[in-house]
């Protein structure tokens, strides 16, 4: 099919709010009789609270409420209810907020929060998973065997492990004893910080007399915490109303409920009027959530040749002290640590551990960067002991279409191998390294990786053709950030066939735009693009059926283009906004479709039953290739250029996967090299950007994006996905990359400048 | 305590009182309902409250409301001349600089402050100049692109 917008480099749509100040961003929402809240957080790590004393807070002028987990004492969780708005009975982590006030200003809210008195009786506290996974560690959670938890996640009563999973396929046994040689390896990923430039921000009101909570927020998936609110609140779904704004970086830590929890508390207690709580710079360094950091050991037998045999994988993720997310991406996380490989046997044991540290959650990847950085970086050790490329281990070991993913699914590859050959191409790979000159030696690495979507998830959305023309698309899908509405608006133009500037994508309103599971695992182009395809069919067909009696012709001879009906032979011609006019123009009217899409039932995530929640509508496949240079004098690593090759299925617009692609390889780099928490006794001492450093201008490397385009058969246009994949191969290609040029392996993340430096001085000679 | 105060924000003049403890960026986003402004941090550590100061990037949280005294302000709503954009403004759009958008405002002031000293600016100068603001959406190459289209067209010209 022709198109006028799909596959064109098309200028975002919400580009002109944002470079004119105009763009309204959750902390930017300003309502009539709007009170500020203030937080008190818990200074330990785990302790009991023995009192509260409110009395000196509640005497400071301007203050409207006071609110602590007596007078609030409701817990939440989308996938383990196990995290109190404001602490019942005890605190499990520095910053975890134990009351809140609502003051007429922010500083009378300050002023009040500086008065509460909390007596604690302080607890033994864990910080490293893997002690708290230990019998005999001091218990997080007495009460996790009574929590509500969704019945696919295994829980650990008794224990600080919250939730286990265990699979195998195969025989590893078998697998093992076919190999050459056994490889076994143990890798640590550590916890960064989302760094949203604008930090977790909400509105919330609360009238009591029509038991209705409104949130203003950029929440990524506003049904989903709506429906978690309402649960919990005892209301129904229409009595919680998200309504979206601009979202200022989400990158997964906009998730949850943060400074939306802290609002909701406090908002039953200020008689109807509406109050904004804003996360300084330190809450949302310390006590938003994080990067779920992991151990993983993984085990590899491989032949000669380097094709793989066997591989058992454990790994230990931190929670922190409540489940966000965390439950799903050590679910889901997991099964992509064998990469995008076949694995004859296999055997995977993954537990997701409470600690006392601030909560783990989504970070783009979920969980798929973790696994990537173990495998990927194995993968080059493997290659190098058995003196094979390694381009060729992996080209060797690759799906290919017709083979069984680990639940039987049966994989459809296109693309994984375009991406590794253009990766490497583009960084000149095989080519003979420059002589070293002085201290600066130069390296390369490559790494691969595969992502999957969350399947079976459902997108609804509903689409006016107003009475002049215009076109509505009513969606829940957020602008996180990321381009969403550009794609959609590309998509509904294409499907209906009217000018991509006459179509309004408003931002999501739970109360009046239609159900969609959210802006995560890479899924909205495909999702609801295809909600939107089937949506924009309809009402282009019920289009050029009116135009077919306003004309006196058979629709079948019409077509819309750019907002323009013509005959096949073009006797009769006539715009939509004629067509409507006619039609609509004295008493008013619409023509609308609804559009909902769903993968169930797809013939392509068939799998062995029982574990078909295992499969992928779609698979995202990637290849980095890193050059760059170490100073050994120094310890600098500077990351000249990195090729990233990404297949999206379809472009639906170059631009926009380029800045999917270039904003993670920066991302990447910065959580590679620079990022890490300086933490003592479970306190974050590095809690200001200037001590908790990302990468700036002075750090941007040559990033070259690669789009390959392998045509989803059941994508709208082809298109999959391509936001997550793209943070996941970055580190070990760099680490890769060190490898090669100085000889050192490293094994744990973050590498910063003085482990590289010492690792160099602890070098044999 | 209240001090009064007289300055030019977007080319209007207010007469104002604050008190001596409120930034730039408290009276420009709560009292002038300036809102393009954005605060990252409050502390001067991100970069994305960055207007311009008789022509200079100041980052506005660091700044007092008072010593704006006097002063002309620009933010990122006063950039565009009725319809028309700013150059940069639409370079940014054009090269797809814009993601989240939350850092655009102090990217393109940022910008400005710079090409208006130095219209030919080079990439390295883009780079440096542009330092100060963290962008985690990462769209530091298309950004600096942006930039250099507008100061290449100075330098072509
Ligand atoms: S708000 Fe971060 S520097 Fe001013
Ligand atoms: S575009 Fe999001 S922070 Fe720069």
New interface residues.
């Given amino acids: 099919m022709e198109t006028q917008y799909v596959g064109k480099?098309v200028?975002?749509v919400?580009?002109?709010?944002?470079?004119?100040?105009?763009?309204?961003?959750s902390?930017?929402v300003?309502l009539p009789g709007m009170l500020y809240g203030a937080t008190l957080r818990s200074p330990l790590a785990h302790a009991k609270i023995v009192e509260i004393d409110t009395s000196a807070a509640l005497t400071v002028p301007g203050v409207r409420a006071v609110v602590t987990g007596k007078e609030f004492p409701f817990t939440f969780g989308h996938m383990i209810k196990d995290q109190p708005f404001l602490s019942i009975h005890k605190v499990r982590y520095v910053g975890e907020p134990v009351a809140a006030v609502a003051a007429e200003t922010e500083a009378a809210a300050q002023e009040a929060v500086e008065k509460i008195r909390v007596e604690y009786e302080e607890l033994p506290a864990v910080f490293d998973p893997r002690k708290a996974a230990l019998d005999g560690a001091p218990i997080i959670h007495e009460d996790l065997g009574k929590y509500d938890h969704g019945n696919v996640y295994e829980l650990v009563p008794g224990t600080n492990i919250s939730t286990v999973m265990k699979y195998s396929r195969g025989d590893v046994e078998v697998g093992f004893s076919e190999a050459d040689e056994v490889f076994e390896d143990e890798f640590y990923i550590h916890p960064v910080a989302?760094?949203?430039?604008?930090?977790h921000a909400a509105v919330v009101q609360y009238t009591p007399s029509g038991k209705m909570l409104t949130v203003w927020s950029s929440a990524d998936a506003p049904c989903q915490r709506a429906k978690d609110l309402a649960k919990v609140l005892s209301l129904s779904f229409n009595q919680v109303r998200f309504i979206s704004t601009?979202?200022?970086?989400?990158?997964g830590g906009k998730g949850a409920i943060v400074a939306e929890g802290i609002g909701v508390a406090l908002a039953h207690f200020t008689k109807g009027r509406p109050v904004k709580v804003i996360y300084?710079?330190q809450e949302e360094l310390t006590a938003s959530q994080v990067r779920l950091e992991a151990y993983l050991k993984l085990k590899t037998g491989v032949k000669k040749d380097g094709t793989l045999t066997a591989r058992e994988a454990e790994i230990i993720w931190d929670n922190g002290a409540y489940s966000s997310k965390g439950p799903e991406v050590a679910r889901r996380g997991t099964l992509t640590i064998f990469g995008p490989y076949r694995t004859p046997h296999l055997t995977l044991l993954s537990r997701l551990v409470y600690t006392n540290k601030q909560p783990s959650g989504a970070y783009r990847g979920f969980g798929t960067t973790q696994v990537t950085w173990a495998c990927e970086a194995q993968i080059d050790i493997i290659a190098g002991k058995l003196g094979i490329d390694p381009v060729e281990v992996r080209l060797r070991n690759f799906y290919a279409d017709g083979d069984p993913y680990i639940n039987e699914q049966i994989m459809h590859t296109a693309g994984l191998r375009e991406t590794l050959e253009k990766a490497s191409q583009e960084i000149g790979w095989g080519q003979k390294k420059p002589k070293t000159t002085g201290t600066k030696v130069r390296g390369k690495g490559i790494a691969t990786t595969i992502k999957g979507t969350n399947t079976p998830t459902d997108s609804y959305c509903f689409i006016k053709v107003n009475v002049d023309g215009s076109v509505t698309v009513l969606t829940s899908s957020v602008e996180?950030?990321?381009?969403q509405k550009t794609v959609l608006a590309q998509i509904a133009a294409d499907t209906i066939g009217v000018p991509l500037a006459s179509i309004h994508i408003p931002n999501p309103d739970t109360c009046s735009t239609p159900f969609d599971f959210g802006v995560t695992s890479s899924r909205t182009t495909y999702h609801m693009g295809n909600a939107i395809c089937l949506a924009g069919q309809k009402v282009r067909r019920q289009i050029l059926e009116t135009a077919g009696e306003i004309l006196k012709t058979d629709p079948e001879r019409l077509t819309l283009r750019e907002g323009e009906i013509i005959d096949r032979d073009a006797e009769n011609q006539m715009t939509l906004k004629e067509l409507m006019a006619k039609k609509y123009g004295g008493k008013g009217g619409a023509i609308q479709g609804e559009g909902y899409f769903t993968p169930a039932g797809s013939s392509l995530i068939k799998a062995k039953p029982g574990i078909e929640w295992m499969s992928s509508i779609f698979w995202m496949w990637a290849t980095h290739a890193a050059e760059v240079e170490v100073d050994t004098e120094t310890g600098v690593v500077k990351v000249l250029k990195i090729a990233a090759a990404h297949d999206v299925g379809r472009a639906i617009n170059p631009?926009?996967c380029?800045?999917q692609i270039?904003?993670?390889?920066?991302?990447g780099l910065s959580n590679t090299l620079f990022e890490e928490f300086k933490m003592e006794k479970g306190r974050i001492m590095n809690d200001?950007?200037?001590d908790y450093k990302?990468?700036?201008?002075?750090d941007?490397p040559e990033?070259v994006p690669i789009i390959v385009e392998s045509h989803h058969s059941e994508g709208p246009f082809g298109a999959k996905g391509v936001g997550e994949p793209a943070l996941a191969p970055t580190a070990p290609a760099i680490a890769n990359a060190i490898y090669d040029a100085v000889g050192i392996r490293f094994k744990s993340l973050p590498i910063t400048r003085e482990k590289v430096l010492a690792a160099i001085r602890n070098r044999k000679p | 305590m209240n001090v009064t105060i007289d300055l030019t924000v977007n080319g209007e003049r207010h007469r104002l009182e604050v008190t001596p403890w409120t930034t730039l960026l408290e009276l420009l986003r709560e009292t002038l309902h300036l809102t393009g402004t954005k605060e990252g941090c409050g502390l001067g550590e991100c970069g994305t409250c960055v207007v311009l100061v008789d022509g200079s990037s100041v980052n506005s949280c660091l700044m007092l409301a008072l010593d704006a005294n006097g002063r002309q302000i620009t933010t990122i709503e006063g950039l565009a001349s009725n319809e028309e954009l700013h150059p940069l403004q639409a370079s940014f759009i054009e090269k797809g600089a814009v993601q989240c958008g939350f850092c655009t405002p102090a990217m393109i002031l940022s910008a400005k402050a710079l090409l208006d000293r130095n219209p030919g600016a080079s990439e390295e100068e883009i780079r440096r100049a542009l330092s100060g603001v963290l962008c985690r959406c990462g769209s530091y190459t298309k950004i600096i692109e942006a930039v250099r289209t507008v100061s290449k067209e100075v330098e072509d010209s």
């Fill in positions: 480099r200028p975002r919400d580009a002109l709010d944002k470079v004119t100040g105009q763009a309204m961003y902390v930017d300003e989302h760094t949203p430039m604008e930090t601009y979202s200022g970086g989400g990158f300084s710079r996180i950030g990321a381009g631009i926009g380029e800045q270039e904003g993670s390889v920066i991302m200001t950007l200037a990302v990468a700036t201008t002075l941007l990033i």
